[in-house]
């Protein structure tokens, strides 16, 4: 096994880090951050962009750009969360035939795992450039409340980005992980993470190199996501009062409110009121219409108010599952960017009676948990035993809807459990075993894994027959069920698959697709740069030109001019060796300024 990344595949950024000798390293990306935003655009020119060259060009191609589609994996278009999305978000999404929640773009529909795949194929190809290697091998993160369609859908994501991913591990757990690595002390930790679109709360215990999961509670859809939403309905709210105009409707004023509201939030955290611009946002008969407004911290927290507190209850939830006061718990750990919030430290410590520990860094913790993990895989990291917990019961369907669980939440895994059904009829010759995950005591209103017969029971009377149903969980937390008539020894097994999601053929044709655009998408993002880098220089020398052109003879004026000119011409250029002709021009064109300048000082 080579080296393993671990990846934190996040809602609204990613990490993406490696251990390399006994230290967890955070790999940067082309433009030398350490987080990638999760954004990815596509342009009429079929160029694929991710990260922050995407997120920059969102506001004029608002439509092809799509962020927050974590929140779409492994969902039903008809799901609530997808509808409530649907309203919010610039870009179209589509019911898919199998009924998943997928996104057309342009003259394409594309499934979420395939956008997840195209950020995780450049955070792959940054540890590639970092370590000078192929990398296969990765271990990802997901919310601890994910259900077993969402891990499968992120799973698939992986591979469709040509990475075997060797462990799907929940992100609080990677993140205590993180926290505890290299510490022999014995503590309970809480483990609060909010973060772009889901919230988690795990407690654990570590003891000397053992990490166990003693409970875990969250909101799949949760996140700093919704705490946007309530600025842009702030907005627009206020906006449609004194205007009459509804902004909704606009996706271009949707993407820029996005994009204020985001900026906005963030400086609340450190400052007690901000100002949002946005300057012609709309248009009426009487003209151009503006938004300025101010924003202050306390009418921030007023507007959110509920959605923080509604964190509170899976916080209660976890510690009763974990049988702990809060007393008990020894350290509060906070992850996710919308912690930054002073409102959730404020709650945090209401909840937990103590202030929560800012000692780590929330935005790279869980990507540094899922490195070592990988360590672990790979045997570069000793002592150190995971034992997580399944976040969602899981059980069957029984006669007249009702569900029954196999294997309740908070279960250790990896396990197996197994329970002893009968027949409902006489002579009944086959059993449909209906798989679903959730609480509920009525199965409809759980979720539905996957559906499969065992036929060839032989005639008997009912409640005669005797038939075992197994279901196991691997430390992915992927189930595997099998179903055994007693008397004749038939038996039927399957691994889950969801009954929505990608199916093998596709996920095929998509890792080839993957494949063969990686080269493509390298050169195209070889263009972008080098044309930005001309871009700049080109400005950079108009500047300087007003300044202090009229000092250069008039043939220098007119040479570096003419450079200039022919350099923004060939701008649009398809050809980066073109381009990169033209960098060697305008830099030489520019030095010949700088000489002028040192002359005149």
């Given at each position: 096994m080579g080296k393993v990344i671990g990846i934190d595949l996040g809602t609204t950024n990613c990490c993406v880090s490696v251990l390399e000798g006994g230290t967890v390293q955070i790999i940067s990306n082309k433009e030398g951050g350490r987080t990638t935003p999760s954004v990815v655009g596509f342009t009429d020119k079929d160029e694929r962009l991710v990260g922050q060259i995407a997120k920059r060009q969102a506001v004029t191609n608002a439509a092809n750009t799509l962020y927050a589609v974590k929140r779409l994996i492994g969902r039903k278009f008809d799901a609530p969360e997808v509808e409530k999305m649907r309203t919010n978000v610039p870009f179209e999404i589509v019911k898919a035939p199998n009924g998943d929640a997928h996104i057309r773009v342009l003259d394409r529909i594309y499934s979420p795992p395939e956008i997840s795949a195209i950020v995780l194929q450049r955070l792959k190809l940054a540890a590639e450039e970092f370590l000078g290697d192929k990398i296969t091998e990765a271990i990802i993160t997901v919310p601890a409340y994910f259900d077993d369609m969402q891990r499968q859908a992120t799973r698939d994501a992986g591979k469709i980005a040509g990475l075997e991913v060797e462990r799907i591990i929940n992100?609080?757990?990677?993140?205590?992980?993180?926290?505890?690595?290299?510490?022999?002390?014995?503590?309970?930790?809480?483990?609060?993470?909010?973060?772009?679109?889901?919230?988690?709360?795990?407690?654990?215990?570590?003891?000397?190199?053992?990490?166990?999961?003693?409970?875990?509670?969250?909101?799949?859809?949760l996140g700093g996501e919704d705490f946007d939403e309530r600025i842009i309905d702030w907005l627009v709210e206020g906006f449609q009062t004194e205007n009459g105009i509804d902004l909704r409707g606009d996706r271009l004023a949707l993407q820029r409110l996005k994009e204020a509201a985001e900026r906005a939030k963030c400086e609340l955290s450190s400052v007690a009121e901000t100002t949002i611009s946005l300057p012609f946002i709309a248009a009426d008969p009487s003209g151009p219409k503006h938004i300025n407004a101010v924003l202050s911290r306390d009418k921030f927290e007023e507007i959110v108010k509920d959605l923080v507190e509604s964190s509170v209850e899976p916080c209660q939830k976890a510690l009763w599952d974990a049988k702990l006061q809060p007393s008990d718990v020894d350290k509060v750990i906070l992850v996710g960017g919308q912690t930054r919030s002073p409102i959730i430290a404020r709650t945090v410590t209401e909840v937990f009676g103590k202030?929560?520990?800012?000692?780590?860094?929330?935005?790279?913790?869980?990507?540094?948990?899922?490195?070592?993990q990988g360590g672990v895989l790979t045997g570069d990291v000793k002592d150190i035993v995971l034992l997580d917990v399944l976040p969602l019961s899981l059980g069957l369907e029984t006669r007249g809807g009702l569900f029954v669980k196999l294997i309740s939440r908070n279960s250790t895994i990896p396990l197996k459990n197994t329970m002893t059904f009968t027949t409902v009829v006489d002579n009944q010759q086959s059993v449909e075993i209906h798989i679903l995950q959730g609480e509920r005591e009525i199965s409809s209103a759980n979720r539905s894994l996957a559906k499969f017969e065992l036929v060839g029971i032989p005639p008997a009377p009912r409640g005669v027959p005797q038939v075992d149903v197994s279901f196991e969980i691997d430390a992915n937390g992927i189930v595997s069920v099998s179903a055994k008539d007693k008397m004749t020894g038939l038996e039927q097994a399957m691994q889950i698959t969801p009954s929505s999601g990608l199916a093998p053929d596709e996920i095929e044709r998509l890792i080839i697709e993957a494949e063969t655009s990686v080269e493509r998408d390298r050169g195209e993002r070889e263009l972008i740069l080098e044309r930005n880098r001309l871009d700049s220089l080109i400005r950079n020398a108009r500047r300087a030109m007003v300044e202090i052109g009229k000092s250069l003879a008039l043939e220098d004026?007119?040479?570096?001019?003419?450079?200039?000119?022919?350099?923004?011409?060939?701008?649009?250029?398809?050809?980066?060796?073109?381009?990169?002709?033209?960098l060697g021009k305008v830099e030489s064109a520019a030095n010949r300024i700088t000489a002028a300048m040192l002359t005149m000082a």
């Amino acid at each position: 096994m080579g080296k393993v990344i671990g990846i934190d595949l996040g809602t609204t950024n990613c990490c993406v880090s490696v251990l390399e000798g006994g230290t967890v390293q955070i790999i940067s990306n082309k433009e030398g951050g350490r987080t990638t935003p999760s954004v990815v655009g596509f342009t009429d020119k079929d160029e694929r962009l991710v990260g922050q060259i995407a997120k920059r060009q969102a506001v004029t191609n608002a439509a092809n750009t799509l962020y927050a589609v974590k929140r779409l994996i492994g969902r039903k278009f008809d799901a609530p969360e997808v509808e409530k999305m649907r309203t919010n978000v610039p870009f179209e999404i589509v019911k898919a035939p199998n009924g998943d929640a997928h996104i057309r773009v342009l003259d394409r529909i594309y499934s979420p795992p395939e956008i997840s795949a195209i950020v995780l194929q450049r955070l792959k190809l940054a540890a590639e450039e970092f370590l000078g290697d192929k990398i296969t091998e990765a271990i990802i993160t997901v919310p601890a409340y994910f259900d077993d369609m969402q891990r499968q859908a992120t799973r698939d994501a992986g591979k469709i980005a040509g990475l075997e991913v060797e462990r799907i591990i929940n992100e609080p757990t990677a993140a205590a992980l993180a926290y505890g690595f290299g510490k022999s002390k014995t503590e309970k930790v809480a483990v609060y993470d909010l973060g772009g679109g889901t919230f988690d709360i795990s407690i654990m215990e570590i003891n000397d190199g053992v990490f166990e999961v003693l409970s875990t509670s969250g909101n799949t859809f949760l996140g700093g996501e919704d705490f946007d939403e309530r600025i842009i309905d702030w907005l627009v709210e206020g906006f449609q009062t004194e205007n009459g105009i509804d902004l909704r409707g606009d996706r271009l004023a949707l993407q820029r409110l996005k994009e204020a509201a985001e900026r906005a939030k963030c400086e609340l955290s450190s400052v007690a009121e901000t100002t949002i611009s946005l300057p012609f946002i709309a248009a009426d008969p009487s003209g151009p219409k503006h938004i300025n407004a101010v924003l202050s911290r306390d009418k921030f927290e007023e507007i959110v108010k509920d959605l923080v507190e509604s964190s509170v209850e899976p916080c209660q939830k976890a510690l009763w599952d974990a049988k702990l006061q809060p007393s008990d718990v020894d350290k509060v750990i906070l992850v996710g960017g919308q912690t930054r919030s002073p409102i959730i430290a404020r709650t945090v410590t209401e909840v937990f009676g103590k202030e929560p520990s800012s000692e780590i860094n929330p935005d790279e913790v869980v990507a540094m948990g899922a490195a070592i993990q990988g360590g672990v895989l790979t045997g570069d990291v000793k002592d150190i035993v995971l034992l997580d917990v399944l976040p969602l019961s899981l059980g069957l369907e029984t006669r007249g809807g009702l569900f029954v669980k196999l294997i309740s939440r908070n279960s250790t895994i990896p396990l197996k459990n197994t329970m002893t059904f009968t027949t409902v009829v006489d002579n009944q010759q086959s059993v449909e075993i209906h798989i679903l995950q959730g609480e509920r005591e009525i199965s409809s209103a759980n979720r539905s894994l996957a559906k499969f017969e065992l036929v060839g029971i032989p005639p008997a009377p009912r409640g005669v027959p005797q038939v075992d149903v197994s279901f196991e969980i691997d430390a992915n937390g992927i189930v595997s069920v099998s179903a055994k008539d007693k008397m004749t020894g038939l038996e039927q097994a399957m691994q889950i698959t969801p009954s929505s999601g990608l199916a093998p053929d596709e996920i095929e044709r998509l890792i080839i697709e993957a494949e063969t655009s990686v080269e493509r998408d390298r050169g195209e993002r070889e263009l972008i740069l080098e044309r930005n880098r001309l871009d700049s220089l080109i400005r950079n020398a108009r500047r300087a030109m007003v300044e202090i052109g009229k000092s250069l003879a008039l043939e220098d004026q007119q040479t570096i001019n003419g450079i200039l000119n022919e350099a923004e011409e060939m701008m649009q250029s398809e050809s980066v060796s073109q381009i990169q002709e033209q960098l060697g021009k305008v830099e030489s064109a520019a030095n010949r300024i700088t000489a002028a300048m040192l002359t005149m000082a």
